[in-house]
Antibody, heavy 120, light 110 residues
Framework: QLQLQESGPGLLKPSETLSLNCTVSGGSIITSTYNWGWIRQPPGKGLEWIGS???????YYNPSLKGRVTISLDTSKNQFSLRLTSVIAADTAVYYC????????????WGQGTLVTVSS | QSALTQPASVSGSPGQSITISCSGTSSDIDAYNYVSWYQQHPGTAPKLMIYGVSNRPSGVSNRFSGSKSGNTASLTISGLQAEDEADYYCSSYSTSSALVFGGGTNLTVL
């Protein structure tokens, strides 16, 4: 059974870059079964898909964030990462990493989530 | 504004059945059988309840079922229990946005 754990700074200032890591245990991130995704949830609001990365390194992103977001793999650490540039207050959210079942476009294993606050 | 439309809230009494709708377009729900449903209790990560419109992951109660008709998907919970009280989100693949979520529905068990 997969386990995912997010890590990274919890407080950023506007215009800074958000960087989060997701460490995967219980399986390799190099697998054709899963893509690996990031989802966020502003306080009191709904879920928003940020983007996903395939085991090959190919990525696809939410068009509303494209241009600011980069997702990458670190196979040596069995991790994948999220980078979001030029953050603003509206980027304040709980950020989740999750395993993304490519065949049915569903997220089955989730990290516990990490709150990132953007404030001056 | 979310790409998929869900009612903000629904309620039901223990033992009853409820249905949560998720309305999309010809570019998402109507076009693909990639509808999923998630349950989220306060302060916790979402949990996958239904994938591929109507399939239940191992361990999910058969009280939960999913269906689709045209551009509207539905989640039905039968035999409501207090533990079902949570927020529920639908999602779908979309040709325009790759993956979209609904705005979420808060289920209250009376």
């Amino acid at each position: 059974q997969l386990q995912l754990q997010e890590s990274g700074p919890g407080l950023l200032k506007p215009s800074e870059t958000l960087s989060l890591n997701c460490t995967v245990s219980g399986g390799s991130i190099i697998t054709s079964t899963y893509n690996w995704g990031w989802i966020r949830q502003p306080p009191g609001k709904g879920l928003e898909w940020i983007g996903s990365i395939l085991y090959s390194g190919s990525t696809y992103y939410n068009p509303s964030l494209k241009g600011r977001v980069t997702i990458s793999l670190d196979t040596s650490k069995n991790q994948f990462s999220l980078r979001l540039t030029s953050v603003i207050a509206a980027d304040t959210a709980v950020y989740y990493c999750a395993s993304h079942i490519a065949a049915v476009d569903s997220f089955d294993y989730w990290g516990q989530g990490t709150l990132v606050t953007v404030s001056s | 504004q979310s790409a998929l439309t869900q009612p903000a809230s629904v309620s039901g009494s223990p033992g009853q059945s409820i249905t949560i709708s998720c309305s999309g377009t010809s570019s998402d729900i109507d076009a693909y059988n990639y509808v999923s449903w998630y349950q989220q209790h306060p302060g916790t990560a979402p949990k996958l309840m239904i994938y591929g419109v109507s399939n239940r992951p191992s361990g999910v109660s058969n009280r939960f079922s999913g269906s689709k008709s045209g551009n509207t998907a539905s989640l039905t919970i039968s035999g409501l229990q207090a533990e079902d009280e949570a927020d529920y989100y639908c999602s779908s693949y979309s040709t325009s946005s790759a993956l979209v979520f609904g705005g979420g529905t808060n289920l209250t068990v009376l």
